[in-house]
């Protein structure tokens, strides 16, 4: 069974599962698993929230679910589980995703797995040592569009090498984004690393799906190219801690170079994109499940439609547990690559630079805006009590993002007068953070 290949027909083992975190995106995650048991794919055993709502406690009641307000006590008390989905803030996936293997169960984290390069290494030497599957819920890598992509570079369709590949997240999100937990926007919490913003969170898939497609060889037998350096830039325009703007440049071991862009202040909100440029042709691939190839002049493009993403994550993990022979799509040691790039971009960056008010505005957006980006709004942003959202903009930072991503640039090195230019930070043997980050 190929990679992007996600069925019910062979799934007869019924698993079951438990759930830590409800609230934002964990509503969405709790809302699939109840689909999944209503079909009889899977049994859902137990909740663990610390706040839960009158409207949550009837419905899981009624279910028969049993509930919890701490999770080391749901591992202790609960021995039917199969898996346990921890969909918490960023700070708590690793210690959680570590104490869940540890007890003897499958884990599967929602992005990222965790906020330091060490605490993935450890969740990777857990997996291995415990035999715990450890799924992350990168969950733009199982659509059909993204996976024909994949099929394709790895049978050389764009030519022998890939010369860079570059990803666009142009978003809008309000203050009341950034209002919406304790977590949200910091680079810190409760003595532990968060590192909150578009690289961490709100545009983290385009960075994994970008460093996929770099990983994606036609070489047989040849080791698969590796991050060896990024220069990062990371700003803020909202009154933050952590970065809503930011850039960078990140060189392959095989010369690849890959160029992320991704800014959470913009009026406009284009689909968000990742071109792949290789020796005989292009592709682009987008949020809205796209594909198109250009070689040889002629261009061809695929439209898959809508695609339930998270339902894909969850199908190929119940395949995974049950050993129907289907790999993880994204186990915790393919998502090493994602934390070391982001971390070293924190590392060049050294701090997370202001964007002064001449260069930014405010906006107010009726009802919150259009949500043209496509994103998930489960977290109740963007004015989600139908009240007009107040919107940080970055100055023409849509054509900015534009401009730059086309001629292969940095905002520092375009000369955006807000930025900064910063050092490259060598990744070949970094495994801790934080180095330079002050």
């Known amino acids: 069974m190929t990679e992007g290949t996600i069925t019910e027909a062979t799934i ?5 599962a438990a759930i830590i975190g409800i609230n934002g995106f964990g509503g969405q995650h709790l809302k699939q698993m109840l689909l999944l048991q209503d079909e009889g794919l899977l049994e859902v055993v ?5 706040r839960l709502s009158q409207k949550d406690n009837d419905l ?8 919890y307000s701490d999770y080391k006590e749901m591992l202790r008390l609960e021995t039917r589980i199969d898996f346990v989905v921890i969909a918490t803030p960023i700070h708590l996936h690793a210690p959680m ?69 570059t990803g666009t997240g142009i978003l809008q999100r309000t203050d009341d984004y950034f209002k919406r937990a304790r977590w949200s926007g910091k680079l810190h919490l409760d003595g532990s690393f968060v590192l909150d913003g578009t690289i961490h969170n709100t ?11 770099a990983t994606a060889s036609n070489r047989l037998g040849s080791a698969a190219p590796r991050p060896i350096q990024v220069t990062g830039e990371l700003y803020r325009a909202n009154d933050i801690e952590g970065e809503d703007t930011s850039c960078m440049r990140i060189r392959m071991s095989d010369q690849t170079e890959l160029y992320y862009y991704a800014t959470l202040c913009s009026k406009e909100s ?68 994602y934390m070391l790039v982001s971390n070293g971009a924190f590392e060049s960056s050294r701090r997370i630079h202001a964007i002064a008010p001449p260069y930014r505005h405010e906006l ?24 007009d959202a107040r919107i940080v903009i970055v100055n023409d930072i849509a054509d ?35 180095k330079w980050f002050e």
């Open 12 to 16: 007869t083992k019924v698993c079951k």
């Open 46 to 50: 137990s909740v663990c929230e610390s």
């Open 60 to 67: 899981l009641g009624n279910r028969g679910i049993s509930l």
């Open 97 to 165: 995703g570590l104490a869940v293997m540890e007890a003897g169960y499958h884990v599967l984290l929602e992005k990222p797995p965790a906020a330091v390069i060490q605490d993935i290494d450890r969740l990777i030497e857990v997996s291995k040592r415990t035999g715990k599957h450890c799924a992350v819920n990168f969950q733009m890598l199982s659509g059909k569009a993204f996976t024909e992509l994949l099929h394709l570079l790895e049978q050389g369709a764009l030519g022998p090498s890939i010369q860079t590949i």
């Open 203 to 213: 545009a983290a898939h385009i960075l994994n799906n970008m460093l996929r497609l």
């Open 270 to 337: 284009p689909t968000p994109s990742i071109r792949v440029e290789g020796t005989a042709g292009t592709a682009v691939w987008t949020y809205d499940n796209t594909l198109t190839i250009e070689k040889d002049g002629e261009v061809i493009r695929y439209d898959y439609g809508a695609e339930n993403y998270l339902s894909n994550m969850y199908m190929n993990l119940l395949h995974t547990i049950r050993g129907d022979g289907q790999e993880l799509i994204c186990p915790v040691q393919a998502a090493r690559n």
């Open 364 to 387: 107010l957006l009726a009802e919150g805006g259009d949500g043209s980006d496509g994103s998930d709004r489960s977290d109740g942003s963007n004015g989600s009590d139908g009240s």
């Open 400 to 434: 900015a993002i534009q401009s730059v991503s086309s001629s292969k640039q940095l905002f520092s090195e375009a000369g955006l007068p807000w930025a900064i230019s910063t050092q490259p930070f060598d990744l070949k043997e970094y495994d801790k953070f934080p």
